[in-house]
């Protein structure tokens, strides 16, 4: 890190402190001068090098020196010719632009033709962009009156062949538009895919329109589209998902049933329920992130629409509201599938926890009995120790007497005048007595040492 300036009455900054200080200014959206055309490709990039896009940004026309350190701020915006090209890579999708002029005798009352990518950027360099496409959408926007919105509105339902479209004016609310009650320009759209591939959209926005407001204008109605598409993704995996879960709270039910009637062994339930958590949290692992991410760009959808402030046309949804009764039930769906799946893992823990009890109980009453059983050992080997003391008192105050009688008879031969078996008979209860004695006190000193 550099010293700061001698000047300067600060400490010296945090390592990160201007990446998150431009963080505010990253992606800024492009100056649009109309009349003008967009053409927005977003593609999945998932296993997409960001060499690989580096690569393809280097073979347009005149980007040969075009060097890899260039992306890394994850955005970058070119000039070819008269075009400008922006690239920015998300997590989960790279979008690739082109801002163009219009071509001339193109109006609000013009048929379009059908969608040719013109020079220098052609339809070979499209088609070979690194990745799966996700989004592709064409944005016109055109100068000319809205006061008039359903004449307006008439006018541009040439540019999706007279069908079905959605509308309203944008900026109703903005008091420095000029036209606080009808706003600063018309949005149209059908939402539907052409044979090309790509879907078509239209702005009419009111003559003397700022480049910068036709940028933020453009910027918003593409992000709307392709964070529309990206949360929809998490629609097909919670369909998948439901048999999976079907199933699971199916054998949930029956585990449950089976613990309640204490008939099924521990084991086997325990089994069952294992592999049953291991399919769960298998599921979890899999799909919860696709299904926070949905959550996410469903939220940055309806905070793009809110910042549309539409203001509706007679007849004609608006954009917010065609969004909202599409994708509020597909959001629904996926919710409902996380929290699905989120409550039954929490069921398996608790059926868990009451095995777990179950288990402890048996385990506890085992424990019983086998200690009662150790009990009542003791309690035996502490009576055949006691018999076997008395045994050995007797035992050894035999032979104790035994060695009087020999004593008595030594003393005997040599001429002492003792009778030895009288002798002995009158030591039995000395040696009784003594024996018993020494025994109590082995009995006592053992005690004191425990």
Not at 28 to 52: F, K, M, Q, S, Y
Not at 271 to 298: G, S
Not at 339 to 344: E, G, I, P, T
Request: net charge positive; hydrophobic share 45%; glycine share 8%.
């Amino acid at each position: 890190m550099s010293e700061p300036p001698t000047d300067r009455a600060l400490p010296a900054d945090d390592a990160q402190r201007e990446a998150l200080h431009n963080e505010v200014h990253a992606r800024p959206p492009a100056r649009i001068r109309l009349p003008a055309r967009v053409v927005c490709v977003a593609v999945l990039n998932d296993g997409v090098t960001r060499e690989a896009e580096w690569e393809q940004l280097a073979r347009l026309p005149g980007q040969r020196q075009l060097g890899l350190a260039e992306l890394q701020p994850n955005f970058l915006r070119l000039r070819v010719g008269s075009d400008t090209v922006k690239w920015e890579r998300h997590g989960e999708f790279t979008r690739y632009s082109i801002v163009q002029p219009l071509p001339a005798g193109l109006g609000p009352d013009a048929r379009p033709p059908g969608l040719s990518p013109a020079q220098p950027v052609d339809a070979h360099w499209w088609r070979a962009i690194p990745g799966r496409t996700v989004a592709a959408i064409e944005l016109v926007l055109l100068e000319g009156p809205i006061d008039d919105a359903a004449a307006a509105l008439a006018r541009a339902r040439q540019w999706f062949d007279d069908g079905q479209v959605v509308a309203s004016r944008m900026g109703a609310s903005d008091a420095g538009g000029g036209h606080p009650a009808d706003g600063h320009s018309l949005a149209v759209a059908d939402f539907q895919l052409r044979a090309d591939g790509f879907e078509r959209m239209l702005v009419v926005a009111r003559p003397g329109t700022t480049a910068s407001r036709a940028g933020r204008i453009s910027q918003r109605l593409l992000e709307i589209e392709i964070y529309r598409l990206m949360a929809l993704r998490g629609l097909p995996v919670a369909k998948a998902l439901a048999p999976t879960l079907a199933d699971a709270e199916r054998a949930l039910a029956g585990i449950t049933e089976r613990l309640e009637g204490a008939q099924a062994s521990d084991k086997e339930l325990l089994d069952t329920l294992i592999a049953l958590a291991a399919t769960v949290e298998r599921a979890t692992a899999a799909h919860m992130v696709r299904f926070a991410a949905t959550q996410a760009y469903d939220a940055l959808v309806r905070q793009r629409i809110a910042e549309l402030r539409e203001k509706a046309i007679p007849g004609t949804q608006t954009i917010g509201e065609f969004m909202q009764r599409r994708l509020s039930p597909a959001i629904a769906t996926v919710a409902a599938t996380a929290q699905r799946l989120a409550a039954l893992s929490q069921r398996i823990e608790r059926a868990g926890a009451l095995l777990r009890t179950r288990v402890d109980i048996a385990t506890e009453a085992q424990n019983q009995q086998l200690l009662a059983r150790l009990t009542r050992g003791q309690q035996m080997q502490l009576r055949l120790q006691r018999t076997v003391e008395g045994l050995s008192i007797a035992a050894i105050s035999y032979y104790v007497v035994s060695l009087v009688l020999y004593g008595g008879k030594a003393a005997k031969a040599a001429g002492w005048p003792i009778d030895p078996e009288i002798a002995a008979g009158a030591a039995i209860p000395v040696v009784l007595w003594g024996v018993w004695m020494a025994t109590r006190r082995i009995h006592a000193r053992l005690m004191h040492e425990d």
